[in-house]
DNA sequence: TTGTAGGCGTTATCAA
DNA sequence: TTGATAACGCCTACAA
């Protein structure tokens, strides 16, 4: 009857084949086993035969302990996450584990995630989001799991964070700008709610207002190149426009860049300079030499997989651990322009 | 003792504090359960107290399914792959399923993650990595776990397969530069051994030769753009260089691009034209406006999803399915030029 | 070196 | 409506 369900032989089924106990199959597939030569090799010719592959669920309901790791992720049309999401799933591999990923993007299909992973008895979860509200962390925290945050500042008991030097990085382009001539200043932000947006932004203004500029023209865009585009034609209709366009990612600045030499006829760098953040891959290419911060998504990586091996070992909570990664300015050809 | 390491309250400790049966609990946590509402009240205030979830793995073991499935994929620095992958999460999510990802760059590490997967006890597998070999294949079928082989066209009992056009799509380009005015054509392949690659290759020639052209001289790449770049820099290197190049994905394509407009001086598509495969975001940008051929990634997803709700409701094997989703040609500025 | 027995946290069955 | 009981597949004593 439920033969028909059955789909992998289970060692009893291999015992029973090799006219031995069930745990002496057991103990073939175990590291340190004390096993005969004759029922070793009697074993293994049986699940050969049935194509037996030991379970590792029961295992998981012994030790308490599944190896899942949850990647907990959203857009990953921006290809500075989808490097992240890559560099995490090969670290999690080598390390032993098994990666869950989970798609979310809005802080409400992240609540409507974090039970099922609960179920599944994940080990530790990674926020690679930049939504994760400090409620949401609350909420994470009830489930007792280890949870990793990943460039956004959030954290508890059980929720340590993963940053990058958004601030600093954004008043240094401030300065820089400042050096090499800009006049007036515009930004492209992400959408509200996003804490590293929110930061580049706050850096920028603040590095602006440190030499002594308060003015800065702003829009709103999601992240993307086309919203990029799009923020870039509403910020540049008035006369007197910027001369120094600041993105929160690179994405939207490329975006920018297009929409100011196609669209309207700019010169990058010459009218307008133009920088990003992340250094995505693109950002390099021959047609925008976009200058920008390298983000370096392999440290964040490495500095959160040190987090969740400690946690594995660990027995209580191990979170409220902030990590600080600096951001390195690149400068390529979108700000290279002779002071006025 | 081992209560140290007991990290997730069972239904049977909410059961002791509510004073109730486990049964009750277990009930109480099922949809169409017959509880008492004196009954789960009590239970669900134990619950909360422990922060109670239930736990999916006893599940697995008794149902033989664990709505766990594995997708296998390398290269994700490829917007294509990595939107597939983003389209595959949430449809699985949506359906029920979690998902299980797996990085590899090669059949050799493929062939080691299955064994693996096959241990987690997955419902079913998606391998979207360009290297799935036919023995690759045979061994993923021992396993008896429904595969879906994304763009490489493998399949025997277990295996099934979703891919598109590449060669009806370069056929149909090589009429449509031939019709631009090339000359002289030239392609930038993918690696050898990537069977998409070169049924690209080999559209592209057929394409050709049927209107009687038989030279093409041809580059090999590792998909991305760096590598479109180097390889476009040596096609170039001679004098009498092709006026129409075709590489056999986008990221090629703008690497390519980006070698002749900067590094050779030519203009792109007067002197060159250049088309590519995928339609990633970024052909469609402003300083590229790449010709190219649209993988529907959207629908060959979904393709795959069916395929695999079919395998999950069957009790055997399911493969052998090949679903040929056609590439729509999007023709942009790189080959627009006036037959000479 | 081997086999027997108990338990991990659920669900399903059956009797109360 | 409830509670006791037997699985599921494996691991770990413990006894033979």
Redesign the interface.
């Known amino acids: 009857m439920t033969e ?5 032989a289970s060692s009893t089924d291999v015992a029973r084949l090799a006219g031995v106990s069930q745990s002496a199959v057991s103990r073939t597939y175990k590291p340190g086993a004390k096993v005969s030569e004759e029922t070793r090799s009697k074993v293994l010719k049986a699940a050969a035969e049935l ?1 037996y ?6 295992r ?2 012994l ?2 302990r ?1 190896n899942l790791v949850a ?1 907990v992720i959203g857009g ?2 921006n ?1 500075f996450y ?2 992240v ?2 560099r995490f ?2 670290g999690l ?1 080598d390390a032993g584990n ?6 979310a993007d809005s802080g409400h299909s992240l609540d409507a ?1 974090i ?2 992973l ?4 994940v080990d530790a979860i990674v926020s690679a989001l930049a939504i994760l509200s400090p409620r949401s962390a609350d909420e994470l925290a ?3 799991i280890p949870v990793v945050s990943f460039n956004t500042p959030v954290r508890n008991e059980w929720v340590s964070s993963v940053c990058c030097d958004n601030v600093g990085a954004a008043r240094a382009l401030a300065d820089l700008m400042l050096t090499r001539g800009g006049r007036r200043f515009g930004c492209i932000s992400g959408p509200t709610a996003s804490p590293a947006s929110d930061e580049r932004l706050a850096g920028f203004r603040t590095g602006l207002a440190m030499r002594g500029i308060e003015d800065l023209v702003t829009a709103t865009a999601d992240f993307r ?1 086309e919203g990029g ?1 799009e923020a870039a034609l509403r910020l540049f209709a008035a006369p007197r426009h910027p001369d120094a366009l600041f993105c929160a990612n690179d994405l939207m600045a ?2 920018a ?3 100011l ?3 309207l006829g700019l010169r990058v760098p010459e009218d307008v300079m133009v920088a990003g953040f992340d250094d995505i ?2 950002a390099a ?4 030499e976009l200058t920008t911060f390298l983000q370096d998504g392999r440290r964040m990586v490495d500095e959160a997989l040190a987090i969740l091996k400690t946690a594995a070992t660990a ?1 209580g909570p191990v979170g409220d651990v902030a990590v600080d990664v600096p951001a390195r300015l690149i400068e390529r050809r979108t700000t290279q322009r002779e002071p006025a």
């Not at 290419?285 to 925008?288: H, L, Q, S, T």
């Open positions: 028909r369900a059955k789909k992998y194509d592959r030991p379970s590792l669920i029961p998981i309901m030790t308490h599944s990647i990953m049309y290809p989808a490097a999401l890559e799933t090969v591999q098994q990666v869950l990923l989970v798609h995630a039970p099922k609960a179920s599944y008895r009830r489930f007792k190149y585009r490329l975006g860049i297009d929409a030499r196609r669209d891959p693109s290419w021959g047609a925008y027995h």
